[in-house]
């Protein structure tokens, strides 16, 4: 028998996007200390596992690759976030990353792969691990390649977001609509769990 499972990008949906004042840029956390998961995620989770779901991280991670830290940083934010899920019962299931980055810094990571998003080599090893039934599982993620991902694998896909965003336009445009556009993870497990 198939399961069904729930696959979430990290950035965005898990934990909070942060301002690299150095860098200019929104990204990831760079540290264990700029690591917060964003307050409703661990109920939402625990909502979604009762219902039956496997959660699965699926998350481009190419921090390591463009110098921003090293491995060991991002270990150390990957067991800082599951401390604090596990911590309120949000178990997940499994959890992987692309390294890569076609232009990194580092050349140990530089690579044009089939795991990065919109690549779908992670989702496909995640759904042969753990026999996930793609049709009833959902991919949720906030950027357009988790929504290209989703469809290349025939994944029904929500949007962290804002329905009057300009990405909202552009997915129109390239036929990437999500199933539902949702605030949060929270609002997301809501709508999986009444259908």
Do not use: W
Request: hydrophobic share 35%; charged share 30%.
């Amino acid at each position: 028998m198939k399961n069904k499972a729930i696959f979430l990008d990290r950035d965005g949906v898990i934990n909070k996007l942060v301002y690299q004042k150095e860098e200019g840029i929104i990204d990831t956390p760079f540290s264990e200390s700029q690591l917060e998961v964003a307050e409703s995620v661990p109920d939402a989770i625990l909502k979604l596992r009762n219902a039956g779901y496997k959660i699965i991280i699926v998350s481009n991670q190419p921090g390591i690759a463009k110098g921003y830290y090293t491995k060991e940083t991002f270990e150390k934010i990957q067991a800082k976030m599951r401390q604090i899920l596990e911590k309120k019962g949000a178990i997940i299931d499994n959890e992987f990353y692309c390294l890569h980055h076609p232009d990194a810094k580092n050349s140990r990571y530089r690579k044009k792969c089939s795991c990065r998003k919109p690549g779908i080599g992670m989702i496909t090893k995640a759904t042969k691990t753990h026999k996930i039934d793609i049709k009833n599982s959902f991919f949720v993620g906030d950027g357009m390649v988790d929504l290209q991902a989703a469809k290349k694998i025939g994944c029904p896909s929500i949007l962290i977001g804002n329905v009057n965003s300009t990405l909202t336009k552009i997915l129109s445009e390239k036929k990437l609509e999500p199933v539902y556009i949702a605030h949060d993870l929270k609002e997301a497990a809501e709508f999986i769990t009444r259908r």
